[in-house]
């Protein structure tokens, strides 16, 4: 007798990395090559914000079609303007979605992160094991030195108004647990974070109010709050090159910095604090912004 069954339905175990870019030519070549040779890449889209006056152009979109005609699994969406950060993640995770089959994980890489090949394969397995699980790396600089935004609390506004009055008061960074190979956390850097599609489909990927930063640590919280489990692969280590696209706007950046985290606070916080603690936080996180734009122009002179 003839079966009539139906072959079984593949694995959703391919992996979709979308990565944003904005005048990103400096390391998009690298950071492409690396997702292409990348275990269990099944799409890679990349969504570029950056700006279509000809006299900015700094030859991203060039190096992105070239990968594109050498390799199908790499597609790119020009937007005509900036919609912002967490749009553009959206954008990109949604057209994977779309026009991938077996494709079960999404990961969001920064064109200044360099995975290894087995990278996001890891990433994969610890998740996995720990279902339902938003992961992050242990970052590291060009030097090997830590990324402190890698393993991060909520933000604390409490503590944001005491350091402004005394800065040894400022929370120290969570430290590397070693003895852990998933160590949880409430947030992870937004530079490389890997989640189930289930995942990203059930709380909607990014809060697209969020025009630049605070995005990520939104995008965790929500996560934490439909019971997923916020974690760094401790032993999963990858590059990053911080603010390579950012370094020519640090008014911009900490603009939007500055928005979203008074967006995060009305979000999380200000339903449940009185009216004195939501004026002091808000006087406080703008009395932070000249300072943070002071220093950032500093560090970039």
Known sequence: ????????????????????????????????????????????????????????????????????????????????DNPGFGVACNQGANAALEEVTGVGWIAFVNPD??????????MRSLAAAHAPSLVGADLVDEAGVRDAAARRRD????????????????????????????QPVDAVSGALMLMPRALFESIKGFDERYRLHAEDLDLCRRARQAGACVAVANHVTVVHVR??????????????????????????????????????V?????LRFPLAVARAAWQNR
């Not at 992160?113 to 890891?122: G, H, I, Y």
């Not at 604390?156 to 998933?182: C, I, K, Q, Y």
């Not at 808000?282 to 703008?286: D, G, L, N, S, Y």
């Open 282 to 286: 808000f006087i406080a996180i703008w």
């Open 243 to 280: 603010g390579v696209s950012s370094r020519s706007r640090p008014v911009f950046v900490e603009w939007h910095k500055h928005r979203g985290l008074w967006r995060y606070f009305r979000t999380f916080e200000a339903p449940r604090r009185g009216v004195a603690t939501r004026l002091a």
């Open 155 to 182: 933000p604390d506004f409490g503590h944001m108004l005491a350091s402004l009055l005394r800065p040894s008061r400022a929370h120290p960074p969570v430290a590397r647990d070693d003895a852990r190979e998933l």
């Open 1 to 80: 007798m003839t079966s009539s069954a139906e072959p079984p339905t593949a694995p959703l175990d391919g992996i979709a990395a979308v990565v944003v870019s904005y005048l990103s030519a400096e390391t998009i070549d690298e950071c492409l090559s690396r997702l292409r040779a990348a275990d269990g890449v099944r799409a890679i889209r990349v969504v570029d914000n950056g700006p279509r006056d000809p006299g900015h152009d700094d030859g991203t979109l060039a190096i992105v079609q070239r990968h594109a005609l050498s390799d199908p699994r790499v597609r790119f969406i020009a937007n005509p």
């Open 113 to 122: 992160c360099l995975v290894e090949p087995d990278s996001l394969a890891r």
